[in-house]
């Protein structure tokens, strides 16, 4: 039976969870929307037809929102709550999009070669940008992240 005033579960977890969810489907909704649909650099499957390509785009930009729309619950949930930490869920914010970003870089475009991030010039300037732009990102968000840890251990509920 739920009480009038539900706790919410370790709030500290909650707003990285929260955090991380919105970098991801943020991470990938600035891809698609500028990488696939305004440079028209590849799409999310280049192994196939156009027709293909297209249709992976449409899924890998439903699945950005998805995760956007998930972690913005979460976020209206920590609101609620009165347990948002501003800075700790944005450290997760940059950690879930550099992660995503890295996670492209090197599995999506060296591991499985879904796709690289130009066709027909030299990749190497365009990897390292791309991946050393993941890499900072990750090293600022576990930044804010264990700058907040302290705050953190201290919330009820953790």
Excluded: C
């Amino acid at each position: 039976m739920n009480s009038p005033r539900t706790e919410v579960l370790r709030p500290a977890r909650r707003n990285v969870l929260s955090g991380v969810l919105v970098g991801i489907g943020v991470a990938a909704f600035v891809d698609e929307v500028v990488f696939h649909q305004l440079l028209q650099w590849h799409h999310f499957y280049d192994k196939s037809t156009a027709s293909v390509g297209l249709f992976s785009d449409g899924l890998f930009h439903a699945f950005g929102w998805f995760a956007i729309v998930a972690g913005l619950f979460l976020f209206a949930d920590l609101r609620r709550h009165n347990v948002l930490n501003p800075a700790r869920w944005a450290g997760a914010v940059l950690l879930g999009t550099g992660a995503f970003q890295l996670y492209d870089g090197t599995i999506q475009h060296k591991l499985l070669t879904l796709h690289q991030i130009r066709y027909d010039v030299e990749l190497l300037p365009y990897d390292l940008a791309w991946n050393i732009a993941a890499v900072v990102m990750i090293a600022a968000g576990i930044f804010l992240l264990l700058r907040t840890r302290a705050a953190a251990a201290g919330e009820p509920g953790r």
